[in-house]
C-alpha cells in the first residue's frame, strides 16, 4: 500500500448512516472511522448507545481509530468519553480555529505540526 508509505491515511466519515455500511470495514484498508452525527444526536437513546458502543468495540479489534463528532454540551462529552473513542471533536472540546492559531499554539507547545 504506497499511499501508507507516503504518510497518508483513509477515514471512513458518516460512518453508520444512511450510505455508509460495515461491508466498507470489511473491504477497505480503513484507517480511521468517523461517525455519523445521529450518533451524537440519539445517544441518550438506548438503541443508539448499544449500537455506537459495538461498532466502537469491532472498529478497536480491527486497529481502526474511531471519531465522534459534535460534541457540544458536557453532558455528551462525558457519554461519549466513558464509550472510549481514540478522538472526539467538537465546540465542547475546542472552539474551530484558525491555521494561524493552531500554528502558534504548536510552537508555544513545541510540539510538531501535522
Request: aromatic share 12%; proline share 3%; glycine share 4%.
Amino acid at each position: 500500500m504506497q499511499y501508507k508509505k507516503s504518510g497518508f491515511l483513509i477515514a471512513l466519515d458518516h460512518f453508520g448512516g444512511n450510505n455508509c455500511s460495515i461491508e466498507y470495514l470489511k473491504n477497505l484498508p480503513i484507517d480511521i472511522v468517523k461517525f455519523d452525527i445521529e450518533y451524537t444526536k440519539y445517544i441518550k437513546n438506548e438503541t443508539y448507545k448499544i449500537v455506537l458502543k459495538n461498532l466502537l468495540d469491532l472498529c478497536e479489534h480491527l486497529n481502526i481509530k474511531t471519531m465522534i463528532k459534535f460534541i457540544d454540551r458536557e453532558d455528551l462529552y462525558h457519554d461519549f468519553v466513558a464509550m472510549n473513542p481514540t478522538y472526539i471533536e467538537g465546540f465542547y472540546v475546542s472552539k474551530p480555529k484558525n491555521i494561524n492559531q493552531i500554528i502558534s499554539k504548536k510552537g508555544e507547545d513545541n510540539d510538531e505540526i501535522r
